[in-house]
């Protein structure tokens, strides 16, 4: 079993630019969530999906940034016209329920913008 | 709303020594607790759970935490720290509508030699 898998590991992107970030979640779990971890700061919730449907997506930014997760392939975190503040790492996680399964985590995408 | 707090930023022990990292909580009805650790450039790990039963509750590496109800509290600990702990850990709870898990702002061990 692989795991969480990210990629890529590291994207440098220049301001203006658009990000694209995968996930796939480990084989039979159906629920995937982002999350966000600035420098010294802790994680911040963006988004949560299952197969076709975004669940809850109350952490996410309001514009430039969207989520998917299709019928088939990876999770794609989505940020357009990327600005300095974005830079950060972003983790995906999957379970394969709600509330006591907790979740398994990939190792990040860590973005920086340049 | 569900929520958790850990009131240190950083935590500092010698190795060989206990080790207590703590965390309290703020849930409506029977709390589902975990605690994870983050090593350096890495994604984040399960250490344990409470869901319901004993109070202390035992996970990987050797920790273990102690769930009480009455101080709404959720420590994180292990008898004898080794060099190799230093790390950020964090305490999460299911939270909001949809009980995505809601962390705590982390707290870093360094562990000593």
């Known amino acids: 079993n692989a795991g969480v898998m990210q990629n890529p590991r590291h994207l440098v992107r220049r301001r203006g630019q658009e990000a694209r970030l995968r996930c796939s979640p480990m084989?039979?779990?159906?629920?995937v969530y982002w999350y966000r971890q600035l420098p010294e700061e802790g994680l911040k919730f963006m988004v949560y999906?299952?197969?076709?449907?975004?669940?809850?997506e109350s952490g996410m930014p309001k514009e430039r940034f969207s989520a998917e997760f299709p019928k088939e392939g990876p999770s794609i975190l989505r940020i357009q016209q990327v600005v300095r503040g974005d830079s950060a790492a972003y983790f995906c996680?999957?379970?394969?329920?709600?509330?006591?399964?907790?979740?398994?985590f990939g190792s990040g995408t860590r973005l920086t913008v340049v | 709303a569900q929520s958790v707090a850990q009131p240190e930023d950083q935590v500092n022990v010698a190795e060989g020594n206990p080790l207590t990292v703590k965390c309290t909580y703020s849930v409506s009805g029977n709390p589902y607790l975990f605690w994870y650790v983050q090593y350096p450039n890495r994604g984040l790990q399960f250490l344990l759970k409470?869901?319901?039963?004993?109070?202390l509750v035992k996970g990987s590496y050797g920790f273990e935490a102690e769930f009480n109800k009455s101080q709404t509290s959720f420590h994180l600990k292990k008898p004898s720290a080794l060099v190799s702990d230093s790390a950020l850990y964090f305490c999460?709870?299911?939270?909001?509508?949809?009980?995505?898990?809601?962390f705590g702002t982390g707290t870093l061990l360094a562990v000593q030699p």
């Open positions: 409470y869901i319901t039963g004993d109070n």
């Open positions: 999906l299952q197969k076709e449907n975004i669940i809850d």
């Open positions: 999460a709870v299911p939270g909001g509508a949809t009980n995505k898990l809601i």
């Open positions: 084989k039979g779990h159906s629920h």
């Open positions: 996680a999957s379970s394969p329920g709600v509330g006591g399964y907790g979740y398994t």
